[in-house]
């Protein structure tokens, strides 16, 4: 499954956020991690957007199972 969200608002350096995830970000990634093995990916440009990419692999049996 891949779950793209793409805007086309003011963007930012992603390079200035490199190791300094919000909390929000920082449990996203955790929880798609651990609990479905996925994970998420931010690409933005300045002045043209953000783009945000989860992706979470084909599993064989539900979650919750």
């Given at each position: 499954?891949?779950i793209?969200?793409?805007?086309?608002?003011?963007?930012?350096?992603?390079?200035?956020?490199?190791?300094?995830?919000?909390?929000?970000?920082?449990?996203?990634?955790?929880?798609?991690?651990?609990?479905?093995?996925?994970?998420?990916?931010?690409?933005?440009?300045?002045?043209?957007?953000?783009?945000?990419?989860?992706?979470?692999?084909?599993?064989?049996?539900?979650?919750?199972?």
């Amino acid at each position: 499954i891949m779950i793209s969200i793409a805007d086309d608002g003011v963007g930012f350096n992603t390079a200035e956020l490199a190791g300094k995830d919000s909390i929000g970000l920082s449990n996203v990634r955790f929880r798609l991690k651990q609990i479905v093995g996925g994970e998420m990916q931010i690409e933005s440009i300045p002045e043209r957007g953000t783009v945000v990419v989860i992706t979470i692999p084909n599993q064989e049996k539900h979650v919750c199972e």
